[in-house]
Nanobody
Framework: QLQAFGGGLVQAGDSLRLSCAASARTFSNLAWFRQGPGTEREFVVAVDWSNGRTRYGDSVKGRFSFSRDNAKTTGFLQMNSLKPEDTGVYYC????????????????????WGQGTQVTVSS
């Protein structure tokens, strides 16, 4: 139901935009997580689809931003000023029922996951 795409190989300081397309509007929250080599899944951003309220992970605040296309149920992750530590597989996830704001960063809160898209940032 979720398809993430847009990853690639870029240099430090570059920008990249990821997309997450949902096959149907059956979710209340959409989120991005990432996982680097040998690391746990890290929270990037989550959005309440009904009101657009977002929450960002500390490591991406001020550099990443989320936007959406309501008509196409697509979420976008604009990533600016990329750093080598941003390297990893980026996953989009969705939750059917609205989550508590405090729990948006927890991967186990999400019902659906996309296949992931690789982002590699070279120094």
């Amino acid at each position: 139901q979720l398809q993430a795409f847009g990853g690639g190989l870029v240099q430090a300081g570059d920008s990249l935009r990821l997309s997450c397309a949902a096959s149907a509007r059956t979710f209340s929250n959409l989120a991005w997580f990432r996982q680097g080599p040998g690391t746990e899944r890290e929270f990037v951003v989550a959005v309440d689809w009904s009101n657009g309220r977002t929450r960002y992970g500390d490591s991406v605040k001020g550099r990443f931003s989320f936007s959406r296309d309501n008509a196409k149920t697509t979420g976008f992750l604009q990533m600016n000023s990329l750093k080598p530590e941003d390297t990893g597989v980026y996953y989009c996830a969705a939750r059917q029922f609205r989550a508590l704001y405090a729990r948006l960063s927890i991967p186990e809160e999400y019902n659906y996951w996309g296949q992931g898209t690789q982002v590699t940032v070279s120094s």
